[in-house]
């Protein structure tokens, strides 16, 4: 009886440890540097973003922040890395809606689980893509395009970050709406697909448009067609895709996650972070200049948004005639 009695009473004690320890580490948090991981290469938007916002998140935090690329594999490299990372707030990811909305559609395994393996964060911007040719490719405008596309099947290439990315499926989307046919060429990401447009290495791309302008402005790209179904300021001149009956229903953001099951408090100091380094002034005006309206919802609501655009992505993937787990090569 009284081994019995000892045993019940260590148990006790242990949980009531562990009860009183993680309020405890959450509250320490952090204590060390914390690492942001980009999963593309340096010079995108994604990269962009996390270095403006990583100032103000270590002021915030009182503790330095580190961006880390991982690029490759369509971004799928730097997500297995966060997701494999421990989910104690020192390790998260700056990346867009493909990572967690696409790729568990898309392909029949992944090194990650982008539904379960991650702590949702928060929204870090929406914005509108921009769909672009080179100014020697001769395209003039979205008509123009499809006019000459189905004229020559094949003749366009388009630059994209590999099968079921962002501007994959804006070209399918565009491909099936104009009966046309584009020859798909993969990049690691936005920062090595917009040299290869600029040079005319492809002729047709999908880029942000805070990216895009200075050389829509110096007549080295020409502006086709935004994505989306609202019209943007910095271009009130281009239609969207939705007035080209080419709108696919995805929206375009960028988001951050961190490993799955981290401590609610401690996703929620890295939120506040986040919200407090957006609102710098440097900060403000790269939004600005990339056309970003930033969100900055709770790791809570972020969740359920993220749940909800599964459901809409794999919604219009069907609806587009993909089907899952097929459609990539293994």
């Given at each position: 009886?009284?081994?019995?009695s000892?045993?019940?009473?260590?148990?006790?004690?242990?949980?009531?440890?562990?009860?009183?320890?993680a309020?405890?580490?959450?509250?320490?948090?952090?204590?060390?540097?914390?690492?942001?991981?980009?999963?593309?290469?340096p010079?995108?938007?994604?990269?962009?973003?996390?270095?403006?916002?990583?100032?103000?998140?270590?002021?915030?935090?009182?503790?330095?922040?580190?961006?880390?690329?991982?690029?490759?594999?369509?971004g799928?490299?730097?997500?297995?890395?966060?997701?494999?990372?421990?989910?104690?707030?020192?390790?998260?990811?700056?990346?867009?809606?493909?990572?967690?909305?696409?790729?568990?559609?898309?392909?029949?395994?992944?090194?990650?689980?982008?539904?379960?393996?991650?702590?949702?964060?928060?929204?870090?911007?929406?914005?509108?893509?921009?769909?672009?040719?080179?100014?020697?490719?001769?395209?003039?405008?979205?008509?123009?395009?499809?006019?000459?596309a189905?004229?020559?099947?094949?003749?366009?290439?388009?630059?994209?970050?590999?099968?079921?990315?962002?501007?994959?499926?804006?070209?399918?989307?565009?491909?099936?709406?104009?009966?046309?046919?584009?020859?798909?060429i993969?990049?690691?990401?936005?920062?090595?697909?917009?040299?290869?447009?600029?040079?005319?290495?492809?002729?047709?791309?999908?880029?942000?448009i805070?990216?895009?302008l200075?050389?829509?402005?110096?007549?080295?790209?020409?502006?086709?067609?935004?994505?989306?179904?609202?019209?943007?300021?910095?271009?009130?001149?281009?239609?969207?895709?939705?007035?080209?009956?080419?709108?696919?229903?995805?929206?375009?953001?960028?988001?951050?996650?961190?490993?799955?099951?981290?401590?609610?408090?401690?996703?929620?100091?890295?939120?506040?972070?986040?919200?407090?380094?957006?609102?710098?002034?440097?900060?403000?005006?790269?939004?600005?200049?990339?056309?970003l309206?930033?969100?900055?919802?709770?790791?809570?609501?972020?969740?359920?948004f993220?749940?909800?655009?599964?459901?809409?992505a794999?919604?219009?993937f069907?609806?587009?005639?993909?089907?899952?787990?097929?459609?990539?090569?293994?």
């Amino acid at each position: 009886m009284r081994r019995r009695s000892t045993l019940v009473h260590c148990a006790l004690a242990l949980a009531l440890s562990c009860v009183l320890a993680a309020p405890a580490s959450a509250q320490d948090f952090p204590s060390k540097p914390v690492r942001i991981i980009v999963p593309y290469a340096p010079g995108g938007v994604v990269d962009g973003l996390a270095r403006v916002l990583s100032t103000g998140m270590r002021d915030a935090l009182g503790t330095p922040v580190i961006v880390e690329n991982r690029p490759g594999a369509g971004g799928i490299t730097g997500m297995q890395a966060c997701s494999a990372a421990p989910p104690d707030g020192y390790t998260i990811c700056f990346t867009v809606q493909d990572s967690l909305s696409y790729n568990g559609y898309f392909y029949k395994s992944l090194p990650y689980d982008p539904v379960n393996g991650y702590t949702p964060l928060t929204n870090l911007g929406w914005t509108n893509g921009l769909i672009v040719s080179n100014a020697n490719a001769g395209i003039t405008s979205y008509a123009d395009l499809v006019a000459k596309a189905k004229a020559a099947p094949g003749k366009f290439n388009w630059g994209t970050w590999g099968e079921a990315s962002q501007p994959d499926v804006q070209m399918r989307a565009v491909a099936g709406a104009a009966g046309a046919t584009f020859v798909p060429i993969p990049y690691k990401g936005q920062a090595q697909s917009m040299p290869a447009l600029l040079s005319g290495e492809v002729d047709i791309g999908y880029v942000g448009i805070g990216m895009a302008l200075p050389h829509i402005e110096s007549g080295r790209l020409k502006p086709l067609l935004l994505t989306g179904k609202n019209r943007n300021d910095a271009l009130p001149g281009i239609p969207t895709m939705a007035e080209a009956g080419a709108d696919v229903g995805l929206p375009t953001y960028l988001l951050a996650v961190g490993p799955a099951r981290m401590p609610a408090a401690v996703a929620d100091k890295l939120q506040a972070a986040m919200v407090k380094a957006a609102q710098a002034p440097g900060a403000q005006q790269f939004y600005k200049t990339f056309t970003l309206t930033f969100v900055g919802d709770t790791p809570a609501a972020f969740a359920e948004f993220l749940k909800a655009d599964r459901t809409n992505a794999e919604r219009v993937f069907r609806k587009m005639g993909f089907k899952p787990g097929t459609n990539l090569a293994d």
